[in-house]
């Protein structure tokens, strides 16, 4: 290239780069400007923004004073393409907000003006939101939708809202009274702490109403004349989602309350103060469905605005700006049948220890009463229970044995003792001699002859217990059910003494009382039952599989359980059925269970079961029995309860007469 052309490209050069500072109009540092704005704004400190018309100390706490309502959350601004005019450029600022499952999104624009060689940004509220003025900041509102109810067989509430009343002191009705005074007189009239109600009462405001406890409006003994007799004394009526008693079902439903602050601070921002929350069993596991979702509300005001004065306003004056519609909650369908729970727990209010009533209909496999009697503790025993079944178990026995091609007239031994590698089994206390010896398969089971079916260990593998087992509906998941359950446990392994204890359900077997009407109900149906208690676990934000911790709190298992398996083997035939049923009706015809004779209806069915726990001398024993009636399968236990057939038999025989 010549030199001329060296020339000539340098003096282009010259000319454009001239040219383009000649047509610099500060665009560059308007844009660097709205972009500075943006991010300062979004999060929430324009503390460094050089404002125009407002110190940047000043704009900073105004602008977190509109925005105070909608923290801790923060939005996303974007500024867009500017529009200069001589010495002035307007810029769109983008917002978006998350709102609950919502975003809410809008577009204002902001305003700079050239002062020297800066971008200054021109204070205006209407640049944070739509049309805000001076003085208005944001509200918000979210109120939550009534919670849902749970029902029974039939749609029939079980926990809806019933009236209830909140007793306690009205401070701004105490007038000239002592607080400590009124809260002690208070607390010993409602059955409270009053030391710890009267600091209560003490430290809250001097308009404060501060409720000493909640009771149900019908049926309270504390009366309203009583209540105002104190000074300060106030009744405020209300409704909370309440079962039909205090008690009813309640460990297996759980309770609803207003939300606790451990339990806001575990949700993750999806409960707030004032939220009716579950807290255990189905009312914690459906939460999410039975709340719903809150509606929520955006509103522009007048800054400082009071309570009283936003209430006594007509028309309101705040402004809409955004708005989310909540969604109501969706009942709970379950198959409990209100009428047979009742009668379950008025079974079980007179036993002491830890109790437990099952009832399922076989056909469907509905769950109608799972009942944990006041010795439970508040623990749902009825199906999460995790104990050795005793002779209960030798139901599944005699479908293994009966796989082994042996029938209820088959012949087998039952002697006075057995010992197994060193360890002596004996049958029951007052076990009938007369059913001793060579007896048929029907009448060792009628007696429940422990020597007799250990005696059969060798011919009944564990892995042919486990299989006989998973055919009648035990020990495998339960898909079906919707709810926290034990389905049961059975090993595939064992040998010796071990093995030898398996057969008359101890070792390392474990049953919860919905297991073992489980596996009473596949017999009287002729197939494997799979219980169903939840009709609509999908309808939202619940966990239908949960299942407990092996070693949950509240059972006595002295070994682990094994979990479940996926389905059972070869499910019980209607043969097999059959013959299982023959037997459990000899149970009552000539076995232990002949008081089961005189209930109404169709013929009973029934297998006793006592089991050996812990390490008293002479041990402790769980009571256990079975039954079938129609279309209808019970199990009844009592955790330190003697004999199946003294302690448990007679609360089923109460329960199958009242249940008709």
């Known amino acids: 290239m010549g030199n001329s052309s060296k020339l000539s490209l340098v003096l282009v050069g010259l000319i454009l780069g001239a040219a383009l500072v000649g047509c610099d109009d500060g665009r560059a540092g308007a844009q660097d400007a709205a972009k500075q704005l943006a991010s300062a704004v ?7 923004v050089a404002f125009d018309g407002k110190d940047s100390g000043a704009a900073n ?9 909608l923290a801790p959350d923060k939005p996303s601004v974007e500024a867009g393409e500017l529009t200069l005019d001589s010495g002035t450029a307007t810029v769109p600022l983008n917002y978006r907000w998350t709102v609950g499952p919502e975003e809410w999104k809008y577009t204002v624009y902001a305003q700079f003006k050239k002062s020297g060689d800066k971008w200054l940004t021109v204070w205006n509220p209407a640049m944070l939101v739509p049309e805000l003025a001076e003085g208005e900041v944001l509200s918000m509102a979210a109120e939550s939708p009534q919670r849902a109810a749970i029902l029974g067989a039939g749609d029939v509430p079980l926990v809806t809202y019933r009236p209830v009343v909140n007793v306690g002191i009205d401070k701004p009705l105490l007038g000239t009274g002592d607080a400590a005074e009124a809260a002690t007189r208070m607390a010993e009239l409602v059955g409270v702490d009053p030391a710890a109600y009267a600091q209560q009462v003490e430290a809250s405001g001097p308009r404060a109403f501060v409720a000493a406890i909640t009771l149900r409006a019908d049926g309270r003994t504390i009366t309203d004349e009583q209540i105002a007799a104190i000074p300060g004394g106030r009744a405020v009526a209300d409704s909370l989602p309440l079962a039909p008693t205090r008690t009813f079902a309640r460990a297996l439903l759980g309770t609803a309350a207003a939300a606790s602050a451990e339990q806001i601070e575990k949700s993750d921002g999806t409960l707030k103060p004032g939220d009716t929350t579950g807290t255990g069993g189905l009312q914690q596991q ?28 007509s028309p309101d004056s705040r402004r809409i700006l955004f708005q989310v519609q909540g969604k109501p909650g969706t009942p709970l369908q379950t198959t409990l ?7 379950a727990e008025d079974v079980l209010a007179k036993v002491g220890p830890a109790s437990a009533i099952v009832a399922l209909r ?9 009942a944990s009697g006041p010795g439970s503790n508040g ?30 007239e088959s012949m087998v031994n039952c002697p006075e003792t057995l010992t197994v590698d060193g360890r002596t089994f004996k049958n029951a206390e007052g076990y009938p001699a007369s059913s001793l010896g060579s007896v048929s398969l029907r009448d060792a089971f009628a007696h429940s002859c422990n020597t007799a079916f250990i005696s059969a260990r060798d011919a009944v593998s564990q892995a042919q217990l486990e299989s ?18 034990f389905l049961g446990s059975v090993p595939g392994e064992a040998a010796g003494t071990e093995h030898a204890a398996s057969m008359i359900g101890q070792g390392k077997v474990l049953l919860s009382p919905l297991s073992a009407a489980v596996m009473a109900g596949s017999v009287a149906k002729g197939a494997p039952v799979s219980p169903q208690l939840v009709l609509n676990p999908n309808a939202g934000g619940a966990d239908p599989a949960a299942t407990p911790s092996p070693t949950a709190a509240g059972t006595t298992p002295t070994v682990s359980a094994e979990p479940p398996a996926k389905s059972s083997g070869a499910p019980v035939t209607a043969a097999e059925a059959g013959a299982l049923g023959n037997m459990m009706r000899a149970v009552v015809t000539s076995g232990h269970a ?21 390490k008293d001398d002479p041990p402790k024993t769980h009571a256990w029995i079975v039954a079938v009636h129609g279309d209808l399968a019970v199990a009844v236990f009592v955790e330190d309860g003697g004999l199946g057939a003294t302690t448990s038999g007679p609360l089923l025989k109460e329960f199958l007469t009242a249940a008709g």
């Open 286 to 313: 459906y939460d999410a469905q039975l709340r719903g979702t809150d509606s929520t509300v955006i509103r522009a005001q007048k800054a400082g605005l009071t309570a009283e004065e936003l209430k006594a306003a």
């Open 61 to 69: 706490e105004q602008l977190q004073e509109v925005f105070k309502a």
């Open 337 to 343: 049948d209100v009428n047979l729970q009742q009668l």
């Open 379 to 408: 623990y749902d025993t009825a199906m999460l229970g995790q104990y050795a079944p005793g002779s209960i178990f030798k139901i599944v026995d005699s479908l293994a044995m009966i796989r082994n091609d042996m029938t209820p």
């Open 42 to 48: 979004a999060a929430l400190d324009v503390g460094s």
């Open 468 to 485: 006989a087992a998973t055919s009648l509906g035990v020990a495998v998941e339960a898909p079906a059910l919707g709810a926290a359950a």
């Open 594 to 614: 002949g008081f089961l004779a005189a209930v109404p209806g169709a013929p009973v069915g029934a297998k006793t079961g006592t089991a050996e726990f812990g």
């Open 362 to 370: 076989p056909s469907t496999g509905a769950v109608l009463a799972a």
